[in-house]
């Protein structure tokens, strides 16, 4: 998988008519206005850092301990603990689409003591499938990138389809039989994308964190899951689950025996990002401060490896490009989703 700053520029391709409806979150970083959304910036003009930070910092996710957007939050908040000799305590606030905790980070005190550990569900995918929500775009204040991970597709060992053609002909016979588990809108809208490119039946029962979601494809409460790969390793090495597919356009290093997508002839990529965001209005020189400090973060090599380890790739943007890139991914998505029939729960 291509690293952030190696992303050349992707062509789009009309939404309307056409199958193909491949799409990479993470597109080239140039810099394009967004009609009719907007990202608050840092308060430029605001009251500075000054001794900040001088009290613990919250760092709140919306979803369950054990998911990937924890895991990365547990990285981040360990070793911004030690840099910024505060304490950094991680918040859990599991809801169905992260809604809870992203609308309490939305309404807190921009001053540096509260952020959120983001991920393209919450930010990005639930404004694509729901007009009300709690909370907006502009009430974040993007930091930057930690990591992207592409997807995997996933099935109980126990499950005879052994392969994603004979998955999909299995959703059609039986369709009352047959669903997949998504905690977030990003996971839901990538799935119905590959019902509607494959013709699979499949139907959506909602899950509060990406842990969850695997351990129901464990389970046997659910068909299938496409999760990404971190909360699926154990599982993976445990034999309880199948891999039938990834949605990177290459093979990734930690599974190369599965095949993308792409190779099966089913037109859908996709790789989520996992990122730091402030409530809008955050002092600028706090929000630098917070990215200067994740580059550095992101290039220690224990941190590294324990991304790398997740199936995931350790990335960073900068504060503008970030909001730019969020700005840009909403009304595309709404788009598409609104073209395709795809709605919310």
């Not at 952020?115 to 930057?144: E, T």
């Not at 109980?156 to 369709?175: D, E, F, G, H, W």
């Not at 996971?187 to 039946?201: D, K, V, Y």
Request: charged share 15%; aromatic share 4%.
């Amino acid at each position: 998988m291509k690293m952030l700053h190696d992303i050349t520029p992707v062509t789009r391709p009309s939404i309307a008519g056409r199958r193909r409806l491949t799409k990479t979150l993470l597109t080239s970083m140039t810099l394009m206005a967004a009609s009719g959304i907007g990202i608050a910036p840092a308060n430029a003009q605001g009251a500075g850092a000054g001794d900040w930070p001088n009290r613990p910092i919250t760092l709140v996710v919306g979803y369950a301990a054990g998911g990937g957007v924890d895991f990365m939050a547990r990285i981040l908040a360990e070793k911004l603990s030690e840099r910024l000799r505060q304490p950094v305590v991680v918040e859990n606030r599991p809801s169905v689409g992260a809604v809870v905790g992203s609308t309490q980070v939305a309404r807190a005190k921009p001053d540096g003591y509260t952020l959120m550990m983001g991920a393209p569900g919450p930010v990005i995918f639930n404004h694509a499938l729901n007009d009300k929500l709690p909370y907006s775009p502009q009430d974040f204040a993007p930091v930057s990138i930690m990591s992207d991970s592409p997807l995997v597709l996933l099935v109980n060992s126990t499950n005879p389809a052994t392969t994603v053609k004979a998955l999909v002909a299995q959703s059609q016979a039986q369709p009352d039989k047959s669903n997949y588990a998504a905690s977030s809108a990003s996971f839901q809208l990538a799935t119905e994308l590959f019902n509607r490119l494959t013709g699979a039946r499949f139907g959506h029962v909602p899950y509060k964190g990406a842990n969850q979601s695997v351990q129901a494809v464990m389970g046997g409460e659910v068909t299938m899951a496409l999760a990404d790969s971190g909360p699926a390793i154990t599982g993976l090495q445990s034999g309880k689950l199948r891999a039938l597919a990834v949605t990177s356009t290459k093979r990734m290093p930690g599974l190369p025996e599965v095949p993308t997508l792409r190779e099966l002839g089913i037109d859908l990529s996709m790789s989520l990002w996992i990122g730091l965001l402030a409530p809008a209005g955050t002092p600028a020189d706090i929000v630098s401060r917070l990215h200067r400090e994740m580059v550095a973060i992101n290039q220690l090599p224990d941190v590294r490896s324990k991304i790398l380890a997740k199936g995931s790739v350790p990335a960073t943007l900068e504060p503008a490009a970030f909001a730019q890139l969020i700005a840009r991914e909403i009304p595309f998505w709404r788009q598409l989703a609104r073209d395709n029939g795809i709605q919310g729960n």
